[in-house]
Nanobody, 126 residues
Framework: QVQLVESGGGLVQAGGSLRLSCAAS????????MAWFRQAPGKEREFVAA????????DYADSVKGRFTISRDNAKNTVYLQMNSLKPEDTAVYYC???????????????????WGKGTLVTVSS
């Protein structure tokens, strides 16, 4: 019912920046809280950032706080993740996800999300 497609990943040097985009289609997009998760090779999928359906509330993992910014443009049905001061440990596949269960569900972990994109790879070299 909701389709999510990520884009914007790539290879960057440590200290560089990337902007990820997540284009949504299907059900009413503005009613969903959105989040970004990431999964590094051999590791569990982890929470990165979340934003409420109105965009008024955001939350970030401690590891990215102050470096990443999540935003959304409901008129364009798009969520963004601006990533600055990238570190090698940020290397992962980044997934866009949507939840109809409220903002709190987005920060509880992957199980709180209802829909997922297929991911976009971010590689940070040192």
């Amino acid at each position: 019912q909701v389709q999510l497609v990520e884009s914007g990943g790539g290879l960057v040097q440590a200290g560089g920046s990337l902007r990820l985009s997540c284009a949504a289609s299907g059900r009413t997009f503005s009613r969903y809280a959105m989040a970004w998760f990431r999964q590094a090779p051999g590791k569990e999928r982890e929470f990165v950032a979340a934003i409420s359906w109105s965009g008024s509330r955001t939350d970030y993992a401690d590891s990215v706080k102050g470096r990443f910014t999540i935003s959304r443009d409901n008129a364009k049905n798009t969520v963004y993740l601006q990533m600055n001061s990238l570190k090698p440990e940020d290397t992962a596949v980044y997934y866009c996800a949507a939840s109809s269960r409220g903002f709190g569900a987005t920060v509880s972990g992957p199980n709180g999300m209802d829909y997922w994109g297929k991911g976009t790879l971010v590689t940070v070299s040192s």
